[in-house]
């Protein structure tokens, strides 16, 4: 069986490792559908730190991730039937958006899974972000951040 899952993972963290494990206990093989910065910024204030290809190599090192592909449009369909997704896991924020609606539809249509799972609100790349910010001020230093 195979799990698809997708999402940013800029800044790869332990609540990802812990989706990407769950997933890697659902099927035989993980494909994970990295969201480009493109699309990133369709539903998020902020870009990536990490660059795409970069983000890409951090998730194929993992041992439970076996495939990971960039995704350059909100058209999910296309990377399931590509990856010929059994299991499509997707967090609890997913959403009634038509780009979300249309590939549960597909899905169920085809006799597949949707799994939807809860997220560890201590796990964000955005907190992280936010509090290696607030560090750097409280430090006082005069350097800008690159």
Known sequence: MVVYTVGTFDLLHVGHLALLEYCASLGDTVAVGVA???????????????????????????????????????????????????????GEDWGKKPHNMGVVNYLKAQGKKIVQVQYNPQNSSTKIKAKVVAQYKASGLNMCLA
């Open 36 to 90: 480009s910065d493109e699309v990133v910024k369709l539903y998020k204030p902020n870009i990536p730190v990490i660059p795409l290809e970069q983000r890409i190599q951090m998730l194929l090192a993992l041992k439970c991730v076996d495939i990971a592909l960039p995704y350059h449009k909100l058209d999910y369909i296309g990377v399931c039937m590509q990856v010929k997704a059994d299991i499509f896991v997707i």
